[in-house]
Every structure is written in C-alpha cells, then in structure tokens.
C-alpha cells in the first residue's frame, strides 16, 4: 500500500496560507504549551529535554509561517515591482510568472493578458498615428501642389484608401440641377477587374440623411463605409469605402477617420466651385475690359479677332498642339487690355505720340499682366501679355528680351500684331496696303521680328 504523501500547499488559497501560517506561527505553540502545562502530569516542564523539544518546535512553527508568509510576499513583490516599471514605461519581463498557485498566481495572470492588451492597443496606435501623419503629409502636399481639384481628390481618395486599407473607394458628387448621384473619383477594381458598384441604395441613404452608414463584412459580403460630404447645412456628396484588404469589418475609429476626412474634402470641393464662378466672373470682366479697349477706338476695331485668325493659322504651320492654339487665341483677345488705363488722349491721338507718351504707352503690357495675374487660370497668359512687344535683337519692351529668351508664342503674336497694325488705319496715318506691310515684315526680320516665323506667316498671307 502507497504510503500517502504530504500535499503541497502551493495550489491552496491565498486565504488559507495565511490562517495556515498563523497557525503555525502562534496556535499550534500556544496550543503545545497548555497541554504541557495543564494537562500533562508527567512531564518535567523544567528539564532539558523538554525544554529543547519545546524550544525547537516554536523555532519550527515559526520557520514554517514565516516561509509561507515571505513566498507569498515574494510574489506580491515582484508584481508590484512589474507593475510600476510597465506605468513607467520600462517593461522589464513579457510575461510575469510567479511560484504560487492561487490568487496571486491569478494575479500575475491577469497582470500578464493586460499587458498584452495594452501592448497591442499601444502597437495599433502608433499604427494609427503614422498613418494619420503619412494622410496629412499627402493631403498637405496635395494642397499646396495642386491647382487641379480633380486632382486633388483623385490623390484624396487613393490615400485614403490605402490608409484605411480598403481595396475600393469612391467619391460621389450630386449634381446641382439633376439633384443625383455622380460618381467623380473611383479606385480600386473588383474581382472582374471592373470599377467597384456601390449600391445605390447605400448611397442614397447616405445622401439623403446625412448620417454615415457602417456595414459589417457578413458571409460573401464586404465591410462597407459611406459618410456624407457636408457643407454647411448641404450635402453635396459622399464618400465611400469597401473591402478591407485582410477580409475584417472596418471599425468605428475608421468611420471617425473617414468622417473627419469627408468634412475636409466638402470644404475644398465647395470653395473650388466659389472659386470657379468668382474666376468666370473675371474672366467675363477681364474680357469686357478688352472689348472696351477696342470700342473707345474705331481704329482698332477688329484687331483682336483678326490677330486671333492670324496666330491660328501660323500655330498650324507649326504644328503646335491645342493647348497653345488656346494660349495664342486667348492672348490675342487680352494682349492690350492694359490699355483700359491709358487716357483717350494717348489712345486716340492723331499724330506721332511724344517721348513721355510713349513711355506711357510701353507700361500696357505690365498693367495687362497684372489684370491677369490674380486668376491661376490666366496666369499662363501673363508672359505673352507682358512680352507681346519684345523683339528678337533685344531692343523691345518692357524687359529687353532676346533671342531664345522669347518663347515661340510671343514671336507669333509679334509678328501678327505688327501685321494687322500695319494693314490698319491710325488717327496718324493710312493704312498700308499687305505688300507694304510684308516687305516691313522682310526688312526687320532678324532684328525686331523671328526669321522662321516671318517666313511662314508671308506664305500664309
């Protein structure tokens, strides 16, 4: 038969240690002791014997107590310590383990899932915190780079989505006279390599209660975020993710993002759209002053359109693409708008202006280019308005340019403008007849005017 072993108190209570010591340490001798006293005849308290019995049983007792007493303190200790390094920020054991088995041993335990906790929210967040600082770098740079809100929000939304991790996303903007949907910006493709289909019931809850929707990923369907584009009291559109690359839902900290970035996107689309009317209405304005230079002088009627008809033609002997085509039109009809300053004296004289007039005079382009200059649309007109007298020997005006110094665009317009005013009556004199006017072209080619284009534009006259 096996004889029967004593059982560890390793695996028992906090609570029966404790009364397992103090008995050891204070009842069990007690206990000896009035027996001894008051129930044993037998025993000679005062000889030796007994008295080293008595003596090394206490000492025992007291031994026994107080190692249980100190491991469970030990333990107690040492979570402690653990505790106020990991508040402090220095860790210095990834899991805690104790010698005990009950409460304490729970405790370490437990001490050991928050850790882990902790570390991973702390892991997430420093995630959260570069993406959110690699979102506003990209959107900063966007801002400052890009004139284009097309753009703008084809970057918004690329970063967006990788931010967030989604493999689709779309920008929806309502039209203002249909009042629906249009989809402005996609990314991503679907599995059939198609630009994703946002549910239109989706959208238009969105739409049409202002409020974001966050639909958990369920079986075969996708995670999916749609949040209103507000303005004000308006919805002007939303935005829109789904499918989050690692198959999980999206979660309400990306609803937060995505809300916050939604705010900021409505403020751009909606200032461009001020923008854009406040710049048609210069445009329309800037035009009209130009018209008024021609109407305040009779002789100058036509000019603009046909220096329009003439750079054209010449752009076309060159074969310079349709965004040049528009810079030489556009220039053609703005060149002289400056001349909206100048006194009808000085437009309208009717003989060969002065030193001082003149100086006058050559200050047009300057002023023309200054018109222009506050709109970001007109801006690439500004250096043909400004350089529209310059002359290839580098005597012209206002900034003697020469050469190759002066673009191909304001050699044409040079050449075109001197033509029509040439063929053109002046209060001062007669019009020249186009032969005339050809051979001036001839005799200051090289000098005022571009060889090459002097010579295309007489084959084309």
């Known amino acids: 038969m096996d004889k029967p072993k004593l059982q560890s108190i390793k695996n028992d209570s906090l609570i ?31 000889s030796s014997k007994f008295v080293k019995i008595t003596v090394a049983l206490l000492i025992a007792s007291a031994i026994a107590g107080f190692e249980i ?29 104790v010698d005990e ?7 370490a335990l437990s001490f050991n899932r928050i850790t882990k906790q902790l570390q991973d929210n702390i892991k997430e ?15 900063s740079e966007a801002i400052t780079s890009f004139e284009d809100i097309d753009r703008f929000l084809d970057l918004i939304v690329e970063t967006m989505s990788k931010s967030l991790r989604a493999k689709q996303a779309q920008l929806l903007l309502i039209d203002e006279n249909s009042k629906k949907l249009n989809v402005k910006v996609s990314y991503g493709l679907n599995a059939s390599g198609q630009p994703i289909n946002i549910s239109e019931g989706v959208a238009d809850s969105v739409a049409k209660s202002g409020k974001p929707i966050l639909i958990p990923a369920t079986g075969n369907e996708p ?3 749609g949040v209103p584009l507000k303005y004000g009291n308006r919805i002007i559109g939303i ?3 789904q499918e989050k690359d690692d198959g999980q839902s999206f979660n309400n900290d990306d609803l937060i993002l995505l809300s916050d970035l939604a705010s900021q996107t409505a403020s751009a689309v909606e200032n461009q759209r001020l923008h854009k009317d406040a710049e048609t209405t210069y445009i329309q304005t800037i035009s009209a002053l130009a018209m008024a230079v021609e109407a305040r002088d009779t002789y100058t009627r036509g000019h603009c359109k046909r220096m329009a008809d003439y750079s054209l033609r010449l752009a076309d002997a060159f074969g310079l693409d349709e965004k040049s085509r528009k810079l030489l039109s556009d220039a053609s009809v703005l060149h002289d708008v400056g001349k909206i300053g100048m006194s009808d004296e000085i437009l309208r004289k009717s003989h060969q202006l002065s030193g001082p007039e003149f100086e006058i005079i050559k200050e047009h382009p300057k002023i023309g280019e200054n018109i222009l200059k506050p709109i970001a649309s007109l801006r690439p007109l500004c250096d043909l308005v400004r350089h529209h007298h310059e002359w290839v020997d580098g005597s012209g005006y206002p900034d003697g340019l020469k050469g190759d110094k002066i673009s191909i665009l304001v050699k044409i317009l040079a050449v075109v403008d001197a033509f029509d005013a040439m063929t053109s009556d002046r209060p001062y ?33």
């Open 16 to 46: 029966r240690k404790t009364a397992l010591s103090f008995l050891l340490t204070s009842i069990v001798p007690i206990l000896v002791l009035i027996y001894l006293l008051f129930f044993s005849s037998d025993v000679n308290l005062y």
């Open 69 to 97: 007493v100190r491991r469970m303190i030990k333990s107690v200790i040492l979570i402690n310590r653990e505790v106020k390094a990991f508040t402090e920020g220095k860790p210095r054991v990834q899991n805690l383990e």
């Open 101 to 107: 088995s009950d409460e304490i041993k729970e405790l």
């Open 125 to 139: 967040l420093e995630a959260s915190k570069s993406m959110m600082q690699n979102m506003v770098l990209k959107v």
């Open 223 to 225: 995670s999916l975020i």
């Open 239 to 241: 935005l829109v993710v």
């Open 429 to 461: 004199r007669k019009a020249l007849s186009v032969d005339q006017a050809k051979a001036e072209l001839i005799k200051y080619s090289g000098t005022h005017f571009d060889k090459e284009v002097v010579e295309k534009f007489i084959k084309l006259i």
